[in-house]
């Protein structure tokens, strides 16, 4: 099997792949494969953090990567909600234009290795038949030599570049706002990258969802499948029932318990786990707390600071915006429902928690008024 096909389960060739596997995902699904797994973190992954890369990668060889996604867009399809098809198509879209910049960038260096295939920026444009609409601009020997890179500019035809580009990405999108010659757009590296990122998307999202159930090995699956499911449904009502909260002051002191046991575990620095991590810091986000006092609050640096400002960026932007906390019953199943006292006896969500006792403590002080002071 090639490699790239785990990176890239959406190409085309990937579908024969996984026919070369000798497996079907009704198969997979009977016998509970580990590729059922990994495609049930896909979909959480993608809900939670707007990724589908696995938390722990090498725990996957490449033939459970690629059966997982198929897996994937069968749980998707089940679930049948446009919120979990949008979602899980954005990060399966945005993960593969993380992994396109680095294949593109070896494949600049000249520094692939023997044993993992990279794709280059020609091998995408063919398999999205892009390979006749983008042309790159012609540099100089001079250009080259000092950007060390060739090219940073493209020419798109406008057709292409109109089918794949929306309104919603802003003015400078706008064919009125683009440098045209010859029926074609010019644009940069990265504004193909993300041309290049919207056609994963509009890929991954075709045919979504699909009806599983109407036939007996159908039924089977979502029989099979109904654990999953319900885990992923729980997953966007938690996200569904509850926005921000209208309480303005953040006073970690009136946190409920499983949030100040999340806030100390961070603060001691131990690594929290995904589920919990983004519990936490969907909390805080809903407070209308920004990555740079959610990482202050948290007393974190380096590299868990940046993923956790990533998590920040991710919940806060506008598709981002409909995730809160999980629930009560959410946390109790993760395991960090910790602490109960009597106000949570009255509760189902941790805002709801906050809100009340917030009020009942009437004049509060918010924390980050005492960081200003400090400093």
Not at 102 to 130: H, I, K
Not at 140 to 149: A, L, Q, W
Not at 247 to 264: D, R
């Amino acid at each position: 099997m090639d490699p790239h096909y785990a990176r890239y389960p959406f190409f085309d060739g990937a579908r024969a792949a996984v026919g070369d596997a000798d497996i079907s995902p009704a198969a997979l699904i009977a016998e509970d494969a580990p590729a059922v797994e990994r495609g049930l973190e896909r979909v959480e992954r993608a809900l939670m953090e707007g990724t589908v890369a696995a938390e722990e990668p090498h725990r996957w060889s490449d033939r459970e990567e690629l059966l997982s996604y198929p897996i994937a867009r069968i749980l998707v399809s089940l679930v049948d909600t446009p919120a979990a098809v949008d979602k899980y198509a954005a990060a399966e879209a945005t993960t593969a234009h993380d992994r396109f910049r680095a294949d593109f960038e070896t494949d600049d260096d000249g520094l692939q290795s023997t044993t993992t295939r990279t794709v280059s920026l020609e091998d995408v444009l063919r398999e999205f038949e892009l390979a006749a609409d983008v042309r790159p601009e012609r540099s100089t020997p001079d250009s080259r030599r000092r950007s060390g890179r060739d090219p940073t500019q493209y020419w798109i035809d406008v057709g292409a570049y109109l089918t794949l580009s929306t309104a919603d990405w802003g003015e400078r999108w706008r064919l009125v706002n683009r440098e045209l010659a010859t029926g074609a757009v010019r644009v940069t590296t990265d504004e193909l990258h993300r041309l290049l990122e919207e056609a994963v998307h509009r890929r991954v999202a075709d045919g979504l969802p699909f009806e599983v159930r109407g036939s007996s090995a159908g039924d089977e699956i979502a029989d099979a499948l109904e654990d999953e499911v319900a885990s992923i449904r729980d997953l966007l009502n938690d996200h569904d029932a509850a926005g921000r909260t209208d309480v303005e002051a953040v006073v970690p002191a009136l946190f409920p318990p499983c949030m100040k046991a999340l806030v100390q575990r961070a603060r001691e620095g131990e690594s929290l786990p995904a589920h919990s991590e983004f519990s936490l810091v969907s909390f805080l986000v809903a407070l209308g707390m920004d990555a740079t006092e959610v990482t202050t609050l948290l007393d974190v640096t380096d590299e868990t600071a940046s993923r956790i400002a990533t998590r920040v960026e991710y919940l806060t932007d506008a598709g981002g915006s409909q995730f809160a906390p999980p629930s009560c019953a959410s946390m109790q199943s993760y395991g960090d429902c910790v602490n109960k006292d009597e106000r949570c006896e009255t509760i189902s969500h941790p805002l709801s928690y906050y809100t009340s006792a917030v009020r009942d403590a009437g004049d509060v002080r918010d924390w980050r008024e005492t960081v200003t002071d400090d400093e």
